[in-house]
């Protein structure tokens, strides 16, 4: 699985609670859940925490990491293709689709499609966590 590469440096950060026993690689799209909790992203239109900005390491005692909440990423698009201007949500593992209108109420807006893609490409998504 390919993680996004970051193109534009994010200026906007939030740090979540993360299992100390779990190991996450840099920049790996990551999900939220209640409490407050991030993880990596596996499924499609998860909620979305953001991209790691720094690597977790299994059981190193960390428990608290940032995730970048804007920049500029290349990120793999799903099979589906997508179009330019699109909202994006995530849709598996480090990867994006278009958003349709049911994503936009559950905060898995991911940011916005600044390139066409076709399926499985790497595609300029402009990251924009509200």
């Known amino acids: 699985m390919a993680v996004p590469v970051c193109i534009e440096t994010p200026t906007r950060f ?3 609670t993360v299992a100390d026993g779990t190991a996450i690689p840099l920049h790996t799209m990551c999900k939220l859940a209640d409490p407050h909790l991030a993880s990596a992203a596996v499924g499609a239109g998860e909620a979305f925490a953001g991209i790691l900005w720094e690597e977790k390491t299994a059981s190193d005692g960390i428990t608290m990491v940032t995730f970048a909440k804007n920049g500029v ?11 330019t201007g699109a909202m994006v949500v995530m849709s598996g593992a480090n990867l994006v689709r278009d958003a349709v209108a049911g994503d936009l109420l559950t905060g898995a807006v991911v ?20």
């Open 73 to 83: 990423w290349d990120i793999t698009d799903c099979a589906v293709g997508g179009t």
């Open 111 to 130: 940011g916005k499609r600044e390139e066409d893609a076709s399926g499985s490409e790497v595609t300029r998504i402009r990251l924009e966590v509200i």
């Open 14 to 16: 939030a740090r979540y």
